[in-house]
């Protein structure tokens, strides 16, 4: 009887070493460069918080990353027209009816991420005309500084400052996915916006008359503009020396690298750039 039952516990010991060798084995595998995967850390940095995750179109398999202070107003307004969606809110995520990737489990955002057929898109703004958009809207509104930073701002350079503790995504990098995404996705920038829109569209096969009628519309200008402070007018008085354009080049080193824009300094004599 006692070598039965210890001849049952060596079996089952055998099996447990054998399904222990197996998920060492899955691990090892689902961690392999060829097998699609993505740690906590790339989950969380491309999923972001319940507001800022970016936006699923599953009609037309688009996965948007929208970035704060660089149209997204208008973005998200788009989305919600190309989906025939007549919500009047457009940036709360309980009420505006737009998918957000945060809601999908973490297989599905792995499989959407890296299948071919679903469009990755980013639409970013040049780091030195959003920031200061930024602090064109919320570093000089008292309240919105009180109740996000406990505390309030005087100047520009004392705002740089205060990003660098104070969390806020309005300033958050626009860099917000594993960099090696980047290379496959569409990336629009703000001064194309208009030429981005259309170049997506088409190619999710979303481009229609009546989208058309919408994007050219005063009722689209009026309601995706409303709060614009035309940031790239005040570059030349807010960048007054090259020591706070070094500022912003250093902080969004990496929105610079990977979107590929320009460091060159403002030239305020001349009103150009060299």
Not at 10 to 30: C, G, I, M, P, Y
Not at 83 to 107: A, C, M, R, T, W
Not at 194 to 220: C, H, M, P, Q
Not at 234 to 263: G, S
Request: with cysteine.
């Amino acid at each position: 009887m006692e070598n039965h039952i210890l001849g049952v516990l060596e079996n089952n010991f055998a099996q447990l070493r054998v399904l222990s060798n197996q998920n060492t084995k899955n691990d090892s595998t689902r961690q392999r460069k060829d097998i699609p995967w993505l740690s906590k850390v790339d989950l969380e940095q491309i999923t972001r918080s319940w507001f800022t995750s970016p936006i699923v179109v599953i009609k037309y398999k688009l996965i948007f990353f929208w970035n704060e202070k660089a149209g997204c107003t208008y973005w998200k307004k788009l989305l919600q027209v190309i989906q025939g969606l007549k919500n009047n809110e457009v940036h709360h995520p309980d009420f505006n009816g737009l998918s957000y990737l945060i809601n999908y489990k973490d297989n599905e955002i792995t499989d959407m991420m890296f299948d071919d057929s679903w469009t990755k898109a980013v639409f970013v703004r040049e780091p030195r005309e959003r920031i200061l958009s930024c602090y064109l809207e919320k570093g000089l509104n008292n309240a919105h500084m009180m109740n996000h930073c406990a505390q309030t701002v005087k100047s520009f350079i004392e705002f740089l400052n205060l990003t660098k503790t104070c969390k806020d995504p309005h300033w958050f990098s626009q860099v917000r996915a594993p960099k090696y995404f980047y290379k496959n996705m569409m990336i629009g920038k703000m001064p194309d916006i208009l030429t981005f829109t259309e170049k997506l569209l088409i190619k999710i096969g979303a481009w229609n008359e009546s989208v058309k009628d919408w994007i050219y519309s005063e009722d689209r200008k009026n309601k995706t503009r409303y709060h614009a402070r035309k940031a790239e007018d005040q570059l030349f008085q807010y960048y007054n020396d090259t020591k706070i354009q070094d500022i912003i080049f250093e902080k969004y080193a990496d929105d610079y690298d990977v979107f590929n824009f320009e460091k060159k300094y403002f030239v305020f004599d001349k009103n150009i750039q060299k």
